[in-house]
């Protein structure tokens, strides 16, 4: 089964995140969620990222706010995909841990979404899985064929009411 790890800089940050774990469930990838701090617990984020990959996973996803260097500090310890969300705090309305989590030095890529886009993170997660899981593939066609129907008949009824 595919493996993902959902790491939070705080337990406040878990709110934002329930969709992306239901993103991630929903197309039966196992998902492991941890709270660690790139600034307060920087042994055990370090410990957990370099010991990923041996531990099965096969994307990681980093959720922080503010000075939101948890995906990048992640991404120095493995050559795992790391995708990094960036959570709208109360300062600068996220735009801060936005460009601390996609300004990373050359070699050290994170895969960013936006400010509070867990669900996109998850997804981006299940597209880079399905280059091995076919099943996962044929669930985001699924997926996307669904969507597109939701949006014609938003177009029907739209054009029927206007």
């Known amino acids: 089964m595919p493996r993902v790890a959902l790491i939070m800089g705080s337990k406040s940050d878990a709110p934002s995140l329930e969709g992306c774990v239901k993103v991630l469930r929903s ?15 920087p042994e055990k984020v370090a410990a957990f990222a370099s010991a990923a990959r041996e531990n099965g996973f096969e994307v990681l996803i980093a959720a922080a706010g503010k000075a939101a260097h948890l995906a990048g500090v992640i991404a120095g310890h493995t050559t795992l995909p790391v995708i990094g969300i960036p959570i709208k705090s109360s300062l600068m309305d996220g735009l801060d841990s936005l460009l601390s989590t996609v300004q990373m030095p050359t070699g050290i890529p994170v895969a960013t979404v936006a400010v509070g886009g867990g669900d996109n ?33 938003d177009d029907a009824q739209i054009a029927a009411r206007l």
């Open 27 to 41: 197309f039966d990838i196992d998902v492991e969620v941890h709270v660690a701090s790139a600034h307060r617990t």
């Open 121 to 153: 993170a998850a997804y981006l997660a299940a597209q880079i899985l399905s280059i091995k899981y076919p099943e996962i593939a044929e669930k985001l066609s699924a997926h996307r064929e669904q969507m597109a129907k939701a949006i014609e008949a």
